[in-house]
């Protein structure tokens, strides 16, 4: 498919080269419910994020759970099967084989950063204290692509209820259409954002003047 670049899921601003929070979502009734907690990492041009710093203990202990369910059969990827050793995020990028946990699709949506950052900031800290409740808590409904596990997870766990909170009944959204972006095209997301979605407008001109250099 070659290098191509995503917009944020919930603003519509171009993901080219930019910081963003990936979580991945079980496609299941109409429904994407997300199966992991946010995980900030930098837009690739390849449709995922490349392995943040400081990821390794959390990929190490995903790696393993995916490694036991594929053995198991709860995870399936067509046409292939995942390996163990490779970049995590790496399996879920749009133009490789599907992967199915439990029957039910995998896909994966991108938020920018600062547009997260905005929402967990507005929506307070309250909750559960401990990572492991919080984990309880958030995959209360559905299946974890991993179980838990004391690994630095609590950043994402609250990020990810920073995001459900915010958008309430409403669905996770998934990325819009893959397109090239240039210079121009990364100018107008931003005008386009702002119209579009008013209430994160804060966020998009923070995004704005600290994250694009154009």
Same mark, same amino acid.
């Given at each position: 498919?070659?290098?191509?670049?995503?917009?944020?899921?919930?603003?519509?601003?171009?993901?080219?080269?930019?910081?963003?929070?990936?979580?991945?979502?079980?496609?299941?009734?109409?429904?994407?419910?997300?199966?992991?907690?946010?995980?900030?990492?930098?837009?690739?041009?390849?449709?995922?994020?490349?392995?943040?710093?400081?990821?390794?203990?959390?990929?190490?202990?995903?790696?393993?759970?995916?490694?036991? @369910? *594929?053995? &198991?059969?709860?995870?399936? $990827?067509? /046409?292939?099967?995942?390996?163990?050793?490779?970049?995590?995020?790496?399996?879920?990028?749009?133009?490789?084989?599907?992967?199915?946990?439990?029957?039910?699709?995998?896909?994966?949506?991108?938020?920018?950063? @600062? *547009?997260? &950052?905005?929402?967990?900031? $507005?929506? /307070?800290?309250?909750?559960?204290s401990s990572d492991e409740a919080l984990f309880a808590e958030l995959f209360a409904r559905t299946t974890p692509i991993a179980p838990y596990a004391?690994?630095?997870?609590?950043?994402?766990?609250?990020r990810l209820r920073a995001l459900g909170r915010w958008l309430g009944a409403r669905p996770f959204?998934?990325?819009?259409?893959?397109?090239?972006?240039?210079?121009?095209?990364?100018?107008?997301?931003?005008?386009?954002?702002?119209?579009?979605?008013?209430?994160?407008?804060?966020?998009?001109?923070?995004?704005?003047?600290?994250?694009?250099?154009?």
């Open positions: 498919m070659g290098l191509y670049d995503l917009r944020c899921a919930l603003t519509g601003l171009s993901l080219k080269t930019q910081r963003c929070d990936l979580i991945l979502l079980r496609s299941c009734g109409g429904q994407h419910q997300p199966i992991w907690g946010a995980v900030t990492g930098r837009y690739n041009r390849l449709g995922t994020i490349d392995d943040p710093p400081g990821a390794a203990p959390e990929r190490t202990h995903i790696a393993a759970a995916l490694a036991a @369910r *594929v053995q &198991d059969g709860s995870i399936v $990827e067509e /046409g292939a099967k995942p390996e163990a050793g490779e970049a995590f995020f790496e399996r879920f990028e749009p133009n490789r084989h599907r992967v199915h946990l439990e029957g039910d699709l995998v896909v994966l949506t991108l938020i920018h950063h @600062r *547009v997260v &950052d905005f929402i967990v900031r $507005e929506g /307070g800290d309250d909750g559960p004391a690994v630095g997870l609590g950043r994402g766990l609250r959204p998934l990325p819009r259409t893959a397109e090239q972006h240039t210079d121009a095209d990364v100018e107008r997301s931003i005008r386009d954002a702002k119209k579009r979605a008013p209430a994160l407008r804060e966020a998009i001109e923070w995004a704005e003047t600290e994250d694009y250099r154009l």
